[in-house]
């Protein structure tokens, strides 16, 4: 099966501290993905990694940034921290079995809940 | 700009019943529609997806409808259990790319 961890399920933070979000995967998958989901605002797409040391943007990447340095690692960094990043963060892989179909499936961490005091 | 619309925000059904949930979608790129299911305390797992090149798929009680002249595509959940209660996302990505556009998701409840 595959694994996707992250370093801890909850965290609590002060307002403009420095911030570290670990996911790792197991599967050797090349994509990895960063998401915050919020009640009715769904599942938005912070980062993505398509390869060790690759990075991309998504829909909401203001606040963050992203460190791949081991295929199996993706890192999410808060510069410092605010209140407004309060939510629920979301890592998941996907293997690119075929980039021509795009039907790549995501597997998903159990999310890390971060409070910004 | 939402590109996935998905509706209703939430929806409570009795055991048994068949909840629907849509979505609809304005970029034509799109091809290849994902369904993910979460759980309280877990991550989102995939549950069934549809290509564009058919109407519909079924897995187990899980239907998908897709509708490609309206642009729209439904979640169908036939004779319902307590056990399927969790929040419902679609998704859309386009040939080419790994990333998946979703929708704000559905919270389902079913009632025993």
């Known amino acids: 099966d595959v694994k996707v961890t992250q370093s801890s399920r909850y965290l609590v933070k002060r307002t403009g501290e420095k911030v570290f979000l670990e996911c790792v995967q197991d599967?050797?998958?090349?994509?990895m993905f960063w998401y915050r989901q919020d009640p009715g605002l769904g599942l938005r797409l912070i980062y993505f990694?398509?390869?060790?040391?690759?990075?991309e943007k998504g829909d909401i990447p203001e606040g963050y940034s992203v460190s791949r340095e081991k295929k199996e690692r993706f890192s999410l960094i808060l510069e410092s921290a605010s209140t407004n990043q309060t939510s629920m963060y979301l890592c998941?892989?996907?293997?690119?079995?075929?980039?021509?179909?795009?039907?790549?499936?995501?597997?998903f961490g159990p999310g890390t809940r971060l409070t910004v005091l | 700009q939402q590109q996935v619309k998905q509706s209703p925000q939430s929806l409570i059904v009795q055991k048994g019943g068949i909840p629907i949930i849509n979505c609809a979608y304005e970029?034509?790129?799109?091809?290849?529609f994902p369904w993910y299911q979460q759980f309280p305390g877990k991550g989102p797992a995939l549950l069934i997806a549809?290509?564009?090149?058919?109407s519909e798929k079924k897995e187990g009680r899980f239907t998908i409808s897709f509708n490609k002249s309206a642009k729209q595509f439904s979640l169908h959940i036939m004779d319902s259990q307590p056990g399927d209660s969790a929040t419902y996302f679609c998704?859309?990505?386009?040939?080419?790319?790994?990333?998946?556009?979703f929708g704000k998701g559905t919270m389902l409840l079913v009632s025993p």
């Open positions: 998941a892989s996907s293997f690119s079995r075929d980039r021509a179909t795009s039907t790549d499936t995501q597997y």
């Open positions: 599967m050797d998958h090349e994509n």
């Open positions: 990694s398509y390869d060790v040391k690759m990075k």
């Open positions: 970029n034509t790129a799109f091809d290849y």
């Open positions: 549809i290509r564009p090149d058919v």
């Open positions: 998704a859309a990505s386009i040939r080419g790319y790994s990333t998946l556009t």
